[in-house]
């Protein structure tokens, strides 16, 4: 069983930066992939960012391509998100999600998520 417990996202403007983490419990944390989704009123929740067990070969959404970046530090059972030059369209619930080994983008295939945080960005 694994629990997952994402930081406050936040208000911010147009260009900014926010960094999201997300805090998993469980002893094999260093086993699971970790992705980031996020759904925007109205949409189906997407991939956003993800990075299989071994903490290598980072996958990315093209729109997120050069401004997120996801992290991993397994000694600290803690995955970030660091998001660079928003834009309005970033506006979503962010979701951090688990699963084991490898990064797959559908929803469907996670076995665990967080509880979501909302991020809005301002023009």
């Known amino acids: 069983q694994v629990q997952l417990v994402e930081s406050r996202g936040g208000l911010v403007q147009a260009g900014d930066s926010l960094r999201l983490s997300c805090a998993a419990s469980g002893r094999t944390f260093s086993a699971y992939a970790m992705a980031w989704f996020r759904q925007a009123p109205g949409k189906e929740r997407e991939f956003v960012a993800g990075?299989?067990?071994?903490?290598?070969?980072?996958l990315y959404t093209d729109s997120v391509k050069g401004r997120f970046t996801i992290s991993r530090a397994n000694a600290k059972n803690t995955v970030y998100l660091q998001m660079n030059s928003l834009k309005p369209e970033d506006t979503a619930v962010y979701y951090c999600a688990a699963r084991l080994f490898q990064v797959v983008a559908e929803t469907t295939k996670y076995d665990y998520w967080g509880q979501g945080t909302q991020v809005t960005v301002s023009s």
């Open positions: 990075m299989r067990w071994t903490g290598d070969s980072p």
